[in-house]
């Protein structure tokens, strides 16, 4: 059931919330060449971007949030929030998104992780959300479906969406960022794994692949703290996103999958700082994961 995905089907989306891009774009040009590239910048971001030549790509500003979405509704789309416009305006069917702090990671032996590479294998490759694997995902090389497995079930489903994972900076909340602040993620599990039906999980915005097709109408800048900031940890619009396309996924019986790739997520932010902004996102998870968990959609929808 494995996929193909053609270069001119996808979009790399990029949220700018700093204005020199030339470092970010660079370390990303073998990665990013092959394919369009769709850049936001923060409507909040008063200086002109930098972003060097050899890319073939689109940039959008506060004039083009504000005449697609209203004056009145831009506010959404600031901060990390922007990057959810070029997934508006995308008309690719796949989409990769990945900070503007994060540059491409290498594994344990050196090499250079192709992070979008990974992205479209966990996406053409099914998924297996209905009965877990014990050793992960069957369809990498060298693994397959351990005995007990039901082989009226390994046939799986498409796969909607890909949730990367980061090296160095990992993303912890401002509390646990604080309280760890010089600890850094050097672990790298060479593994994907479908997240079972039913369960549900912190969908990081960081480094992040899917169908847009499928579920790109649940990726939409749905929840703004009220002091929320500049930094990862000073938001929750990612999760909350998450949140709501896990659920659009169990219901349509599309799969999702976490793991590999990994980014490389450099430093930033003070998260002492951020612990009050933060700090009504955290409280809000505790409240609302019930609602999700008891979610259940019509089978009309």
Known sequence: MSLAIKDDEVDIVIGALRS???????????????????????PDLKEELKIPEGFNLDVYGKPDIDQVVGSSTSILFSGYSCRYF???????????????????????????????????????????PFFFNTLYDPYAEGADFVRGYPFSLRGGVKCALSCGLWLNLADHDAPTQALKARQRNSRYVDAVMTVPARSLIPISGINIAFEREAVGPALVPALRLAGEGKCRWETMEDIWSGLCVKIVCDHLGLGVKTGLPYIWRTDRGDPIASLKKEWEGVKLMEEVIPFFQSVRLPREA
């Open 20 to 42: 020199d891009l030339t470092t970010f774009m660079n370390e990303w040009r073998p990665m990013f060449s092959r394919f369009h590239v769709i850049i936001v910048k923060d």
């Open 86 to 128: 070029g997934y508006l305006v995308s008309r690719k069917k796949y989409i990769i998104s990945v900070d503007d702090d994060c540059l491409p990671a290498r594994d344990p032996k050196g090499f250079l992780v192709d992070a979008v590479a990974q992205h479209i294998s966990n996406l053409t490759n099914p998924a297996t």
